[in-house]
Nanobody
Framework: QVQLKESGGGLVQSGGSLKLSCLAS??????????MAWFRRGPGKDREFVVW????????VYADSVKGRFTVSRDIAKKELYLEMSSLKPEDAAIYYC?????????????????????WGPGTQVTVSS
């Protein structure tokens, strides 16, 4: 079982930057040997895929909407996942969630499918002013 907790959300000005963190802890399992992702849900919107990162941090897949502006990384030793966001837009405002999957989504291109993720954090709010 994996427990996740996001942090770092807040209010930022359009064009500004923000860094989110997600701390993972496990009661049992492979430690940090799992793929992770960031999703977000804006007001009145569906859950939206943001980025996926594999178990060792060497591979990533970004949503077109954030590619070039957001950067995902992870610290394996600290069991932390990060999302560095820059050039923020009002449409980036959302609750951001980190998630864990036991599946190898690279094989099926299912990174965007939230049903393939096994654990979720409670989310952290990002607000972007115009």
């Amino acid at each position: 079982q994996v427990q996740l907790k996001e942090s770092g959300g807040g209010l930022v000005q359009s064009g500004g930057s923000l860094k989110l963190s997600c701390l993972a802890s496990e009661r049992a399992g492979p430690g940090s040997s799992y793929d992770m992702a960031w999703f977000r849900r804006g007001p009145g919107k569906d859950r939206e895929f943001v980025v996926w990162i594999n178990y060792n941090g060497e591979r990533t897949v970004y949503a077109d909407s954030v590619k070039g502006r957001f950067t995902v990384s992870r610290d394996i030793a600290k069991k932390e996942l990060y999302l560095e966001m820059s050039s923020l837009k009002p449409e980036d405002a959302a609750i951001y969630y980190c998630a864990v999957t036991w599946s190898n989504l690279r094989l099926t291109n299912d990174y965007h499918d939230y049903t393939r993720y096994n654990y979720w954090g409670p989310g952290t709010q990002v607000t972007v002013s115009s």
